[in-house]
């Protein structure tokens, strides 16, 4: 397990709660997949979702910005406070929510207009940018912390779906901090990507983890290693176990974390 | 699938990938044969609309053209006098053009005997329409005139050898000796053909004048009826799908409307003219013929069209594009009105354009509520008058035409065929053009 333990990784100082989830179940009609789900994620902490596939982790992410009210079928019991409130609550406005938490999406899903237009959409509509000047320096500095700025600088006005796979999700990724969210949820941001524009993601989330809470789904186990304080391993619906990043990856307290993570189940 | 859960025979190993083994004959040879069912279809298609278009044009075309009588003369001052002199002046005038007629004709060198009564005939009452022009026109005596006059619809049909010379019954309308005048003067070179502008003009006649029956009116008839169909059904059909699709909850209720807006879509159209009798005239008391009310018939019609298509349409826009609004912080409505909208407009103008073609191309609800054809006598004055005073439409007008005894209407209905298929290849055009400019293939 030595080869996960990463020395050079700037402990976290546990910082206070972001978001607090008690008591969490979701079902997809009969399907439980959520099952009394505990967690309670940081503030400027980067918390990785790891697990075997269907395992729940895009749904218990997509909770947390209730995306899934879009869902019909889907229905959320428990509760889910940011900052100490009920994101459940009938007063809050899901749109308000979700400016506030940002996603990126397990498949990249640029909309069907230039570059350009696909990281200002945000700012537009949240009225961040006071003058045109102001949106162009937003855009470039989004499209600089997605790691993609030197690839398209030269064609912002090209369409967004024209690029590749990986340089559609690192647009996704501009799109997700133009916004300037609190928390930023990113479902296996890195699945599409070649280690270079992986290396300059995991740079972006070490970053953000400055001024975010930062929750990140992946399947790479070394990703979560590298990037991440504290990881929770998801298995059929549960939370096995959650913990400090190092000690998942050193001393798993559950024999299905320790199976998981040493490849034996998947 | 099958074939994956049974254990596969061993495959012969090392057979040459040169030669095709039997299975695969097999599946090339199905193919091979499924294509050729398809060429045949389309031939068979092809062969149809090749015979539509080629009857409706053969039978259609000659309602756009004439037969007119052209001469060209001049009016001396003595002649105009003389004949204003006389007791009985129009015959007078037509008497100078029987002589300025003989005169051309003869210098052609043919000889036929014309005289007023047969020139009468053949042409109507020329001296009036003469007198009329010298009198309005005192300038053009002494000058050079082009006169063209059309002639009887019967001397048409003798033409185009519809009307044969036994069936001429002397005294009756033409006499034997007027055919020898038509064929000197088609000799002469002054009976031609020449295009009727009356036919696209013009406004339906009565049954005994199928000559100057023109399609004008009805086709004003039918642009102001596609007003109403287009603004109301384009908004209504559209906002009813966008709710239904992307706002209305999944359930029971949402469920039973969307099964009676398919039902809806079958109805026979002439149940939808019972309906427009009975609520918009009977009860709601507005005017009968009036293209208001067709136009809001047609809407009823063409609603569950624009419904359908446009939500389809909006069904077909990936909901990956709503997650990515909805994922920065859009509304429900900007996420629709921002992506969704524009992903979908392609198909929702495709779906309007072929929702008013079907409305425009519509002859049953029409005749219900008394848009039929003779009423479009005259020309609407404005916006008030187009929607509100009686008035048909193309179909209506040609269905009029085709069901008059008299053969020569017969003519116009296919006349009026080709100008109604003109309009729906014009929308169908308009249909393409608005689809290339918002599709966006990226
Ligand atoms: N939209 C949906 N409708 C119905 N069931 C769903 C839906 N989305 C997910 N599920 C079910 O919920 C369970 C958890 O799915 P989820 O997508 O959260 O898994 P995951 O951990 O993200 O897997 P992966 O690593 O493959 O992305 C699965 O059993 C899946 O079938
Ligand atoms: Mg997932």
């Given at each position: 397990?030595?080869?996960?333990?990463?020395?050079?990784?700037?402990?976290?100082?546990?910082?206070?709660?972001?978001?607090?989830?008690?008591?969490?179940?979701?079902?997809?009609?009969?399907?439980?997949?959520?099952?009394?789900?505990?967690?309670?994620?940081?503030?400027?902490?980067?918390?990785?979702?790891?697990?075997?596939?269907?395992?729940g982790?895009?749904?218990?992410?997509?909770?947390?910005?209730?995306?899934?009210?879009?869902?019909d079928?889907?229905?959320?019991?428990?509760?889910?406070k940011?900052?100490?409130?009920?994101?459940?609550?009938?007063?809050?406005?899901?749109?308000?929510?979700?400016?506030?938490v940002?996603?990126?999406?397990?498949?990249?899903?640029?909309?069907?207009?230039?570059?350009?237009?696909?990281?200002?959409?945000?700012?537009?509509?949240?009225?961040?940018?006071?003058?045109?000047?102001?949106?162009?320096?937003?855009v470039?500095?989004?499209?600089?912390?997605?790691?993609?700025?030197?690839?398209?600088?030269?064609?912002?006005?090209?369409?967004?779906?024209?690029?590749?796979?990986?340089?559609?999700?690192r647009?996704?990724?501009a799109?997700?901090?133009?916004?300037e969210?609190?928390?930023?949820?990113?479902?296996?941001?890195?699945?599409?990507?070649?280690?270079?524009a992986?290396?300059?993601?995991?740079?972006?989330?070490?970053?953000l983890?400055?001024?975010?809470?930062?929750?990140?789904?992946?399947?790479?186990?070394?990703?979560?290693?590298?990037?991440?304080?504290?990881?929770?391993?998801?298995?059929?619906?549960?939370?096995?176990?959650?913990?400090?990043?190092?000690?998942?990856?050193?001393?798993?307290?559950?024999?299905?974390?320790?199976?998981?993570?040493?490849?034996?189940?998947? | 699938?099958?074939?994956?859960?049974?254990?596969?025979?061993?495959r012969?190993?090392?057979?040459?990938?040169?030669?095709?083994?039997?299975?695969?004959?097999?599946?090339?040879?199905?193919?091979?044969?499924f294509?050729?069912?398809?060429?045949?279809?389309?031939?068979?298609g092809?062969?149809?609309?090749?015979?539509l278009?080629?009857?409706?044009?053969?039978?259609?075309?000659?309602?756009?053209?004439?037969?007119?009588?052209?001469?060209?003369?001049?009016?001396?001052?003595?002649?105009?006098?003389?004949?204003?002199?006389?007791?009985?002046?129009?015959?007078?005038?037509?008497?100078?053009?029987?002589?300025?007629?003989?005169?051309?004709?003869?210098?052609?060198?043919?000889?036929?005997?014309?005289?007023?009564?047969?020139?009468?005939?053949?042409?109507?009452?020329?001296?009036?329409?003469?007198?009329?022009?010298?009198?309005?026109?005192?300038?053009?005596?002494?000058?050079?005139?082009?006169?063209?006059?059309?002639?009887?619809?019967?001397?048409?049909?003798?033409?185009?050898?519809?009307?044969?010379?036994?069936?001429?019954?002397?005294?009756?309308?033409?006499?034997?000796?007027?055919?020898?005048?038509?064929?000197?003067?088609?000799?002469?070179?002054?009976?031609?053909?020449?295009?009727?502008?009356n036919?696209?003009?013009?406004?339906?006649?009565?049954?005994?004048?199928?000559?100057?029956?023109?399609?004008?009116?009805?086709?004003?008839?039918?642009?102001?009826?596609?007003?109403?169909?287009?603004?109301?059904?384009?908004?209504?059909?559209?906002?009813?799908?966008?709710?239904?699709?992307?706002?209305?909850?999944?359930?029971?209720?949402?469920?039973?409307?969307?099964?009676?807006?398919?039902?809806?879509?079958?109805v026979?159209?002439?149940?939808?003219?019972?309906?427009?009798?009975?609520?918009?005239?009977?009860?709601?008391?507005?005017?009968q013929?009036?293209?208001?009310?067709?136009?809001?018939?047609?809407?009823?019609?063409?609603?569950?069209?624009?419904?359908?298509?446009?939500?389809?349409?909006?069904?077909?826009v990936?909901?990956?594009i709503?997650?990515?609004?909805?994922?920065?912080?859009?509304?429900?409505?900007?996420?629709?009105?921002?992506?969704?909208l524009?992903?979908?407009?392609?198909?929702?103008?495709?779906?309007?354009?072929i929702?008013?073609?079907q409305?425009?191309?519509?002859?049953?609800?029409?005749?219900?509520?008394?848009?039929?054809?003779?009423?479009?006598?005259?020309?609407?004055?404005?916006?008030?008058?187009?929607?509100?005073?009686?008035?048909?439409?193309?179909?209506?007008?040609?269905?009029?035409?085709?069901?008059?005894s008299?053969?020569?209407f017969?003519?116009?209905?296919?006349?009026?065929?080709?100008?109604?298929?003109?309009?729906?290849?014009?929308?169908?055009?308009?249909?393409?053009?608005?689809?290339?400019?918002?599709?966006?293939?990226?």
């Open positions: 397990m030595d080869d996960y333990y990463t020395t050079d990784r700037k402990m976290s100082t546990m910082q206070d709660t972001k978001i607090a989830a008690s008591g969490v179940q979701v079902y997809y009609a009969d399907n439980h997949a959520i099952k009394d789900v505990n967690v309670d994620i940081g503030d400027k902490t980067v918390t990785a979702f790891i697990g075997p596939s269907g395992c982790k895009s749904t218990f992410l997509r909770c947390l910005n209730r995306m899934n009210d879009t869902i079928i889907c229905r959320v019991e428990g509760d889910i940011i900052d100490g409130e009920d994101i459940y609550d009938k007063k809050v406005d899901p749109v308000q929510l979700r400016a506030k940002g996603m990126v999406f397990q498949k990249p899903n640029p909309f069907p207009k230039s570059i350009y237009d696909n990281v200002a959409y945000g700012p537009k509509i949240h009225g961040l940018a006071s003058s045109k000047a102001d949106l162009d320096n937003i470039e500095k989004a499209l600089r912390r997605g790691a993609i700025w030197d690839e398209v600088k030269d064609r912002l006005h090209a369409p967004g779906t024209g690029l590749s796979g990986g340089q559609q999700q647009l996704c990724i799109r997700a901090v133009a916004t969210p609190e928390v930023l949820l990113m479902d296996e941001p890195c699945s599409a990507l070649d280690p270079i992986t290396a300059q993601v995991e740079e972006l989330i070490d970053e983890r400055q001024n975010y809470a930062v929750v990140i789904v992946t399947h790479s186990m070394q990703q979560a290693a590298r990037v991440s304080q504290k990881t929770a391993f998801f298995h059929l619906g549960n939370l096995v176990e959650y913990d400090d990043t190092d000690t998942i990856f050193t001393n798993p307290k559950d024999p299905r974390t320790e199976s998981y993570i040493s490849g034996r189940i998947g | 699938m099958t074939d994956a859960t049974v254990t596969p025979p061993m012969a190993k090392g057979k040459s990938l040169m030669a095709d083994d039997a299975r695969t004959q097999k599946r090339n040879a199905a193919e091979r044969r294509k050729a069912y398809g060429i045949i279809a389309i031939l068979v092809l062969s149809f609309l090749v015979f278009a080629t009857s409706i044009l053969r039978n259609g075309i000659p309602a756009f053209t004439q037969t007119v009588v052209q001469v060209e003369f001049t009016l001396t001052q003595e002649e105009f006098d003389a004949a204003e002199g006389t007791l009985l002046k129009t015959s007078a005038y037509t008497d100078v053009f029987v002589s300025k007629l003989t005169e051309q004709v003869s210098a052609q060198g043919l000889d036929v005997e014309v005289d007023g009564k047969a020139v009468e005939r053949l042409l109507g009452k020329v001296g009036g329409d003469l007198r009329e022009f010298y009198k309005e026109n005192p300038d053009q005596i002494g000058q050079p005139a082009q006169f063209q006059l059309a002639a009887a619809s019967r001397v048409e049909r003798y033409l185009q050898g519809k009307l044969t010379r036994d069936m001429v019954v002397d005294g009756r309308f033409l006499e034997k000796t007027d055919l020898d005048i038509v064929d000197a003067l088609v000799d002469a070179g002054i009976i031609t053909s020449a295009f009727d502008w036919f696209i003009t013009g406004t339906d006649t009565g049954v005994d004048n199928p000559g100057g029956a023109g399609i004008g009116a009805s086709v004003i008839g039918s642009f102001f009826m596609m007003l109403v169909v287009l603004f109301l059904s384009l908004p209504i059909g559209v906002a009813a799908s966008i709710y239904l699709e992307e706002f209305a909850p999944k359930n029971r209720f949402t469920d039973l409307i969307e099964v009676n807006i398919s039902n809806l879509a079958a026979p159209s002439i149940v939808f003219g019972i309906l427009g009798l009975a609520v918009f005239i009977q009860f709601a008391h507005l005017p013929s009036a293209p208001l009310v067709g136009g809001l018939v047609l809407t009823l019609m063409t609603l569950p069209t624009i419904v359908i298509s446009t939500r389809a349409s909006l069904k077909a990936p909901p990956s709503r997650d990515a609004a909805l994922g920065v912080g859009a509304s429900k409505m900007q996420s629709v009105f921002h992506h969704v524009p992903l979908a407009m392609p198909g929702i103008l495709t779906g309007t354009i929702g008013l073609a409305a425009l191309g519509e002859t049953a609800p029409l005749l219900l509520i008394g848009m039929v054809g003779f009423v479009a006598r005259e020309y609407p004055d404005g916006l008030a008058s187009g929607l509100l005073d009686p008035n048909s439409a193309m179909p209506a007008q040609i269905y009029t035409w085709a069901a008059r008299d053969e020569a017969f003519e116009k209905a296919w006349g009026g065929i080709i100008v109604l298929l003109l309009f729906l290849m014009t929308m169908n055009i308009i249909a393409i053009i608005l689809r290339r400019r918002f599709e966006r293939r990226w």
